[in-house]
């Protein structure tokens, strides 16, 4: 059943979610938009097509805490944190951002359960919104997402099974020209749908309406898919990149060259939507201690810093891991799903302009040579 | 000198040991008072005091930080003070900057005989601070005690 | 070259590529240090280039923003010179490292390019741009005359961008970074030879940003600051990028302060960050620009700096660090009468 | 971890007063690391010291925190007690609980709690201290004195006969300084050139001292146990070796119109002069400002006299640079400027003088041949005005806050030489109080009151107001019987303060020795350190420290000497090990920290290092712990945060910071 609502009253339904909830969506904040909590202040933003940090950090924040230790005298007592317990909503993710949360889900789901991790998913509710103007910088498609249908699952991901649904997003939305149109997906979708009925008008009750609106939506998908054809990057081969590939690629003498500009910042770890990576660390507050958890990067000269001292020395060590375990590591472990999702964001924020598409592109080039270079050997002959 | 509210301020001085530590000294053995909310450090010179170091003051909740050194010209390492100098200056400009009350952090020359000095800038010092109250802007909310 | 062109890239003025393969060829240099043509209009990536062959790859455009100099760290180490290309606000970082004995000036054989402003996509998106294809009006147009002339035209010069959703043109200058809005001028302070003209693109005041930020409340300051400063992620993309960050292990990564390189719960150790960092380089931060360029939440990084350079001119007198590779550093010097730090207070 | 015992100190009731030191203890006991904690009455006691050494052996400690008094009381002693227990001294911290608490706050509650933070502080630095290791210094077996004045004269005396070198430098052509302008000495009235006169040759004599006249200290690096001293000798323009000081040139000398300094001005000297008849060495030296010949280039009479073929006009400027084990300061005072005390018209009447000038006029030798004159018109006075204080015990910014000491004595020595001499010259005083304490000084004053009938006024004089007929009208008032005075009198001697010599600045700057308000050299400790300055090596002799008469000055020149001789017995010296370090891994090479230090204590060098498995060779700062100081200057200007400070390295500080705030 498909329901619609006027783009005017969209801050209405906001508030009317905020009402029960907690609703996390795209905000404007000194220039940059952001996921963050609704407020009436907030200025939402739905029309920037990316938010400069994935929404991941509304279930797998930057930085949270996970227990602390207070003194008393000699004696310590460790007081846990409390779980995520409230409902919440997040509205305005992007296809590839909740194909971003099934890498996490693979991560942090499969046991031992990141018990943090999954109370939020439990109590959050995904509302997808369609790329309306996909960019230059998008290249989800080339991993079977498809941003005109938000929420739904990549092909890619077929067959892996029951934990696939927690993919999906609860509501699909199309925001199409001064309408927005909204389709529960999941129970929790039906439920979230249900208790916004006073302010989500439905399309209708006859067939004819619904068939309108069906089609309504269906052209604006046609229109986004027609774009994605367009775009620069849609076309990418990930030919040979899977996790058999793996000592070829990582003996590859390319990465030596890739490497080279790379400033060891985390931006691409950091806007990433998928990359999952953390550091345990204690912040000593003079009256306790408290153990937190914060993003890191494998970009970074003490990520994984052991006493003895690092296990990978070099820049192009850590260049190489993150492009090694997104294209093959991780599909070797999860049934060939890639732990990229064509965000884009890294190859818009890398200061060096190095990105994903760069080192995929690279070792295609390479290879052509070589089969070229194979070819006219085999002339001689 | 008692004060009305009951707000405790914590107050870290740097001093350094040739002459403003001497000086605390001295206000010490002249049973010269002020209040119990300042605390000393001992650092060899006012160029010891690394800025992070009155960051970290402030991070960890402290609500104002005084540098006390030599005078201009008297440092026992001779030109100590006057790299402490700029370093502060530029510092608290920045604290200024952010939006951080000035009145908060101080640079005071204070010689091994000057303990009335030291009991009156002290004195000054923690007025100061209460009147401008709890340092919430540059604490790290953590260190809060509920 | 022609790959670059195909991928929408403006390629590289012939004069200057002509004349690095020469230098290339004969053995003058072992590498050129220099720009990759992007796979887009606008992300050419820094690059070293060993053979003939990989200099097609070799351009020079309105893109080309990077700041070289910090690479000169690593490339002194290699075997043999390096030609590296340097725009004349990057040798201000080049004479800094110099100074500080942290890039080796026999290792370099410097060219000085000509720039005449270089283009930041940001600005370009801001203005509501998006699906670029293709941008033209990026690259350069050099007569084969003398370096130090003026370079006429470009200021008028537009941008036609092809995008996906139709195409749109901007005024070159609309899409400055903010950098070379307070060019500091088109001398280069240090080369080999220089190739290409170079234009002052100076049209707003340096500090007046910084002054309007002095001139709010207390209130409107923290404000200002912690709106900016919140949306830090911690990437550390400033550091990194920054010449004159160029420690080997930056004190936000060792135990000497145990203070974290990492997110933090609170924002303060953000601003700590901040303000230590634009500490430590005050003196020798050049306003480059890099910081603000590569931030990705777009946090105007330079304003700290800039404070510092200010108060620096104000209370030591005027001090443009990298200017030459000699100069006393403003805080490793004194003065017998230098203001007190109470000044600050007095300047309200 | 460490093992850390906490022990609070009593200090009689000093501390147990106002601090409930069994909470202290009890608090501390909680702090991580503290294995033991214990309070005694004297920590610093024979018995409180076995109790730290009991402690240490019993419960392994490995590091130790008194809660006392300050640790520039005290710190060495637990140190020294710690080592005698085997621990390394290095691994004690003093928590500063009187000075800066018990003594300051009177609220028991408040003064405990912040006792217990200092405690932590203690406690939280001791845990990241380290042991350290001092290092060894040579030294040189010479000493220097600035100042050839008695208090320099004597201060060398002594460490020579004790068989060291020493070597004195004046800055005018002769030693002598003050003394030697004084006509006669209170309290015994002997006179001055007669007990100065030997010494001076005795040290002129002395085959294990050398003297540098007319020459001045340039630059000192350096420091204790191994000073190195640039002295500038200025050129005297006559050879001391072919000199004979038969005196010609000075008489031949056609330029005689310098003012005399020896005679405070009242008289004029030639251009090539010797200061006074006795001067060592006996050889004059030109005053190339007021001679003839360096001025027009003409003129040349004394070259022309002198047989001996003294006269050398090419004579420069020399640079000697010497080393030294220790430097004593002797650098004497001089009279302070009257320009702010016009209303007893010293600029206005030459009738009025300073008591300094006066000397001079009572001297043999002096302007007026010893002959008591105005010098107006030559008259003798019938009625003269002594006037007290002027410009000490100053509550104004005028004059000086602090007392001369001298003044009483020399004023009662003056006018009792007066009434001796001239029974018909009526003598008063004005003073303020009379203060003689010391060995016959009272009697002496009571001597002149007495015996010899000097009039004692208790008041001040407002105003001298000379007078067309050349008298001085002394208005003043008496404070006993309250009534105003109207004094006509022939002459005006003011007592006028005395001031450090101006150009002790500079040379306290050089040595970084520290000076007070008033100029004044600063000693170690007041009571118990008062012939050394807090920096190390360097000693204080006479007025440079503080007024001074006669005796005293020389009691403390040899006080001064056994300081210097205590040094220079020494061969070697243990240096701080509170030093800074360069971290290896960390150091970018990028001279800062040099630039910043004070003592060139960092040098650079190419080093191969290892990190982390990458090998190269790198750019390092390397510390000199002998020059180092350990100012810590270094510390803030790296900005890898590579260098840091023994003894108060950056994460001791911090945690320090971080005890205090929470």
């Given at each position: 059943m498909m329901y619609k609502i006027a783009r005017e009253n969209l801050s209405a339904l906001f508030r009317k979610i905020a009402e029960q909830q907690e609703l996390y969506l795209p905000v404007r904040r000194a220039g940059q938009v952001n996921f963050g909590v609704w407020s009436e202040e907030a200025v939402v933003d739905?029309?920037?097509?990316?938010?400069?940090?994935?929404?991941k950090d509304v279930f797998f924040p930057q930085s949270e805490n996970l227990y602390t230790v207070q003194k008393e005298g000699r004696k310590l007592n460790v007081c846990p944190q409390d779980l995520q317990e409230k409902d919440f909503v997040v509205f305005g993710m992007r296809s590839c951002d909740v194909q971003g949360l099934c890498v996490l889900d693979r991560v942090f789901l499969?046991?031992?359960?990141?018990t943090y991790y999954a109370a939020r998913r439990e109590h959050g509710a995904i509302v997808a919104l369609a790329c309306h103007e996909p960019e230059e910088?998008?290249?989800c498609k080339v991993f079977g997402i498809d941003c005109a249908n938000p929420g739904a699952l990549p092909e890619?991901?077929?067959?892996?099974?029951?934990?696939?649904?927690?993919?999906?997003?609860?509501v699909a939305a199309w925001l199409i020209g001064e309408e927005l149109y909204w389709k529960a997906q999941t129970e929790k979708g039906e439920k979230l749908t249900e208790a916004l009925k006073g302010i989500l008008?439905?399309?209708?009750?006859?067939e004819e309406q619904q068939k309108l609106a069906g089609e309504k939506v269906a052209r604006e998908q046609a229109a986004i898919r027609a774009i994605v054809e367009q775009?620069?990057?849609?076309?990418?081969s990930l030919d040979g990149?899977?996790?058999?590939a793996l000592n070829e690629k990582f003996n590859s003498p390319l990465w030596e060259e890739l490497y080279?500009?790379?400033?060891?910042?985390g931006t691409c770890t950091f806007v990433c939507?998928?990359?999952?990576c953390y550091d345990i660390k204690d912040y000593d507050t003079g009256h306790g201690v408290q153990r937190y958890r914060c993003w890191d990067s494998?970009?970074?000269?003490?990520?994984?810093?052991m006493a003895h001292g690092n296990?990978?020395?070099?820049q192009m060590q850590r260049f190489r891991q993150r492009f090694m375990h997104k294209l093959v590591y991780f599909p070797a472990n999860n049934?060939?799903?890639?732990?990229?999702?064509?965000?884009g964001r890294c190859v818009e924020k890398c200061p060096a302009s190095l990105n994903i598409v760069k080192v995929i592109k690279k070792f295609q080039e390479e290879k052509q040579k070589a089969q070229a270079a194979e070819m006219a050997g085999g002339d001689q002959l | 000198m008692p004060m009305k509210d009951e707000f405790k301020p914590k107050i870290v001085a740097f001093c350094c040991n040739w002459c403003s530590y001497a000086g605390a000294d001295l206000a010490g053995s002249s049973r010269l008072t002020y209040p119990a909310d300042v605390k000393i450090i001992r650092v060899p010179?006012?160029?010891?005091?690394?800025p992070m170091f009155i960051l970290r003051a402030f991070e960890k909740g402290a609500d104002g930080v005084i540098l006390c050194g030599c005078h201009p010209g008297d440092?026992?390492?001779?030109?100590g003070n006057y790299y402490a100098r700029r370093r502060m200056t530029l510092l608290f400009s920045m604290l200024d900057y952010l939006g951080?009350?000035?009145?908060?952090t101080r640079v005071e020359w204070v010689s091994a005989a000057e303990g009335v000095k030291f009991s009156q800038t002290m004195n000054e010092f923690v007025e100061k601070i209460h009147s401008l109250g709890k340092n919430v802007r540059l604490e790290d909310l953590r260190c809060r005690k509920e | 070259m022609q790959e670059g062109m195909k991928n929408g890239c403006a390629g590289a003025p012939a004069v200057l590529l002509e004349r690095i393969s020469t230098l290339l060829a004969e053995g003058t240099v072992a590498r050129v240090l220099g720009w990759k043509a992007g796979d887009m209009a606008y992300n050419p990536e820094p690059a070293y280039f060993e053979t003939q062959e990989a200099l097609k790859d070799f351009v020079y455009d309105g893109?080309?923003?990077?700041?070289?100099?910090?690479?000169m760290i690593e490339a002194?180490?290699?075997?043999g010179k390096t030609l590296v290309c340097l725009k004349p606000c990057d040798t201000y970082s080049f004479n800094q490292l110099l100074k500080e004995h942290r890039v080796d000036r026999e290792k370099a054989y410097i060219i000085g390019v000509g720039c005449g402003g270089k283009l930041d996509v940001e600005q370009i998106r801001r203005?509501?741009?998006?699906?670029?294809?293709s941008i033209d009006g990026a690259q350069l147009v050099w007569e084969e005359?003398?370096?130090?002339t003026e370079l006429k035209g470009i200021g008028d010069d537009v941008l036609t961008i092809r995008t996906i959703y139709g195409e749109k043109t901007l005024p070159y200058g609309e899409a400055l970074l903010e950098r070379c809005h307070v060019?500091?001028?088109?001398?280069?302070?240090?080369?080999?030879e220089l190739i290409g003209q170079s234009r002052d693109?100076?049209?707003?005041?340096?500090?007046a940003q910084v002054e309007r930020i002095e001139a709010m409340s207390p209130e409107e300051k923290f404000a200002f600051f912690q709106q900016e400063l919140?949306?830090?992620?911690?990437?550390n993309a400033c550091r990194n990028v920054c010449?004159?960050?160029?420690?080997?292990?930056?004190v936000f990564d060792s135990?000497?302060?145990?203070?974290?390189q990492k997110a933090n719960a609170d924002s303060f150790e953000e601003k700590m960050f901040h303000i230590i960092r634009a500490f430590h380089v005050?003196?020798?931060?050049?306003?480059?620009?890099e910081c603000s360029r590569v931030c990705p939440q777009g946090i105007p990084l330079h304003l700290f700096n800039r404070k510092f350079i200010k108060d620096i001119n104000e209370l030591y007198g005027t001090y443009q660090a990298g200017?030459?590779?000699?100069d006393k550093m403003p805080l490793t010097s004194f003065d017998f009468g230098d203001a007190e730090p109470g000044i600050v207070g007095e300047r309200g | 971890m460490q093992r850390i015992g906490v022990f609070v100190c009593h200090c009689g009731s000093n501390i147990a007063a106002t601090v409930d030191v069994k909470k202290v203890v009890e608090m501390a006991?909680?702090?991580?690391?503290?294995?033991h904690a214990e309070d005694y009455?004297?920590?610093?006691s024979e018995a409180g010291q076995s109790l730290i050494a009991k402690a240490i052996q019993e419960k392994q400690l490995t590091g130790l925190v008194v809660c006392s008094c300050s640790p520039r009381m005290h710190e060495t002693t637990f140190r020294k007690a710690a080592e005698r227990a085997?621990?390394?001294?290095?691994m004690v911290e003093i928590?500063?609980?009187?000075?800066?608490c018990s003594w300051i706050h009177k609220d028991m509650e408040e003064a405990t709690r912040k006792a217990v933070i200092l405690a932590r502080a203690a406690i939280a630095k001791v845990n990241l201290n380290t042991p350290l290791q001092p290092g060894e210094s040579r030294v040189t077996k010479r000493a220097l004195v600035i100042g050839g004045g008695i208090a320099g004269i004597q201060t060398a005396l002594d460490i020579a006969d004790a068989g060291y070198e020493v070597d004195i430098v004046e800055?005018?052509?002769?030693?002598?300084?003050?003394m030697s302008q004084l006509d006669k000495t209170f309290p015994?009235?002997?006179c001055s050139a007669c007990i100065l006169t030997p010494k001076m040759v005795e040290a002129a004599a002395h085959e294990r001292i050398r003297i540098y006249t007319y020459?001045?200290?340039e630059k000192v690096s350096g420091f204790v146990g191994d000073f190195t001293v640039d002295i500038r000798k200025k050129a005297?323009?006559?050879d001391m070796d072919k000199?004979?000081?038969?005196?010609v040139c000075q008489e031949k000398c056609?330029?005689?119109k310098t003012p005399s300094e020896f005679n405070r001005g009242l008289n004029n000297r030639s251009?090539?002069?010797?200061?006074?008849?006795?001067?060592?060495?006996n050889v004059p030296v030109i005053d190339r400002e007021h001679c003839i010949k360096f001025q027009?280039?003409?003129?040349?009479v004394c070259a022309k006299v002198c047989q001996a073929g003294?006269?050398?006009?090419?004579q420069k400027d020399e640079i000697v640079t010497e080393k030294y084990g220790a430097i004593v300061v002797a650098t004497g005072f001089d009279t302070i400027k009257?320009?702010?005390?016009?209303e007893y018209a010293y600029s206005q009447?030459?009738?009025?003088?300073?008591s300094l000038e006066l000397e001079r006029i009572m001297n043999a030798a002096g302007p007026t041949k010893g002959h008591l004159e105005r010098?107006?018109?030559g008259k003798p006075p019938k009625e003269m005005v002594f006037i007290q204080c002027v410009g000490s015990r100053?509550?104004?910014?005028?004059?000086?806050?602090?007392?001369?000491?001298?003044c009483c004595m020399y004023t009662a020595k003056h006018a009792m030489l007066i009434r001796d001499k001239y029974p018909d010259v009526n003598v008063t005083v004005f003073y303020i109080d009379v203060r003689t304490p010391g060995k016959n000084f009272d009697e002496f004053y009571r001597r002149a009151v007495e015996q010899y009938g000097v009039n004692y006024i208790k008041g001040q004089v407002g105003k001298v107001i000379p007078q067309p007929d050349g008298k001085l009208l002394v208005q003043g008032v008496d404070?006993?019987?309250n009534r105003r005075i109207m004094k006509e009198a022939d002459m005006v001697v003011l007592a006028t303060a005395i001031e450090p010599n101006p150009d002790v600045r500079k040379i306290a700057t050089m040595l970084t020795a520290s000076i007070d308000t008033n100029n004044f050299l600063t000693e170690a400790?007041?009571?118990?350190?008062?012939?050394?300055?807090?920096?190390?090596g360097i000693f204080l002799s006479g007025v440079c420290q503080g007024p001074k008469d006669i005796p005293e000055t020389v009691a403390q020149a040899g006080a001064a000497a056994v300081k210097a001789i205590g040094l220079l017995a020494k061969e070697k010296l243990t240096t701080n090990p509170c030093t800074a370090k360069s971290d290896e891994l960390l150091?970018?090479?990028?001279s800062v920290c040099a630039n910043v230090c004070p003592y060139g204590a960092i040098t650079y060098e190419e080093r191969q290092v290892n990190d982390h498995g990458i090998r190269e060779v790198r750019r390092l700062a390397v510390v000199n712990s002998a020059l180092?100081?350990?100012?810590?200057a270094c510390t803030v200007a790296c900005p890898s945060g590579a260098m840091d400070l023994q003894g108060f390295s950056n994460r001791q500080i911090i945690a320090e910071v971080d005890a205090i705030c929470r």
């Open positions: 739905l029309d920037t097509l990316k938010s400069v940090k994935s929404p499969s046991e031992p359960v990141d910088s998008c290249f890619t991901a077929e067959g892996t099974g029951a934990e696939n649904k927690k993919g999906g997003a609860d008008t439905d399309t209708g009750e006859t775009l620069p990057y849609s076309h990418l990149w899977n996790g058999a080279k500009p790379c400033l060891a910042c939507p998928t990359c999952q494998c970009m970074y000269s003490d990520f994984t810093m296990n990978r020395t070099s049934d060939g799903m890639y732990s990229c999702v064509g965000c | 010179c006012s160029c010891r005091v690394n440092c026992h390492y001779s030109t951080v009350e000035n009145g908060r | 893109f080309c923003g990077a700041n070289l100099s910090k690479y002194s180490k290699l075997e203005k509501g741009i998006k699906g670029i294809q005359s003398d370096p130090g060019c500091k001028g088109k001398e280069h302070r240090v080369y080999d693109t100076k049209d707003a005041d340096r500090f919140s949306k830090c992620i911690r990437c010449p004159a960050c160029s420690c080997r292990k930056c135990n000497k302060f145990d203070s974290s005050a003196g020798r931060c050049t306003d480059c620009g200017e030459n590779a000699e | 006991a909680l702090e991580p690391g503290v294995v009455q004297y920590m610093c085997g621990l390394n001294p290095y928590a500063n609980i009187r000075e800066h800055k005018t052509p002769s030693i002598g300084g003050r015994t009235l002997d020459s001045e200290v005297r323009s006559v000199c004979t000081g038969c005196g056609p330029s005689k251009a090539i002069y010797t200061p006074f008849a006795q001067a060592i060495p027009t280039g003409k003129c040349g003294a006269i050398d006009y090419e009257l320009d702010q005390y016009d009447s030459k009738d009025v003088i300073t010098l107006s018109d100053c509550a104004d910014e005028r004059g000086k806050s602090y007392c001369s000491k001298i404070l006993l019987d400790h007041a009571k118990l350190r008062p012939v050394e300055s807090p920096t190390a150091c970018n090479g990028c180092c100081q350990g100012c810590g």
